[in-house]
């Protein structure tokens, strides 16, 4: 199996998890916050995608789906245009609200196709190549990959963990 396969698995399985989030949730349970300051499953899937397509569009020298596709003015929640949640204060969480599931599933599968599209194309010495020289060491494309699969499987863990909460608070 080459790296590029396993990254292809890796990011597949975000998706997965990405849906299986948000499936039968409504507009109420997305956004709702199960503490004061703490995060939506809204804000974190869509922290997660901003994360994933600002990353990988920047390694790779594309626009930014949120971007080139108009969903930031889908989503229309009055932050910068190339916010990813960052560092976000709990009154910006709070900005992050959505009317369905089906805006934070569209948004994360265009960007999906937009990373896969770029790692069918990977070659094994691409993996090497610096894409980000502030750090040190400097950060290679693969390193910037992992990091990626990483945090989105963190964000997507917890956003399941959120809608748990959420869950169990009714019974």
Known sequence: MHAKDILIDGYGRIQEEVHAVVDGLTAERLNARPAA??????????????VQDDHVAGAFGLEQVWLAQDWEKRFGLGLGRHDTGYGHSPAEVAKVRVD???????????????????LRQLAAKDLERVVDERWDPPVTLGVRLVSVLSDDLQHVG??????????????
């Open 158 to 171: 917890q956003a399941a963990y959120v809608r748990g909460l959420l869950q169990s608070a009714d019974s």
């Open 100 to 118: 369905s599931g089906d805006l934070l599933t569209g948004y994360y599968d265009a960007v999906h196709e937009q990373t896969l599209g770029v």
């Open 37 to 50: 300051g703490a995060n939506s499953v809204s804000w974190l899937l869509w922290h997660l995608t901003r």
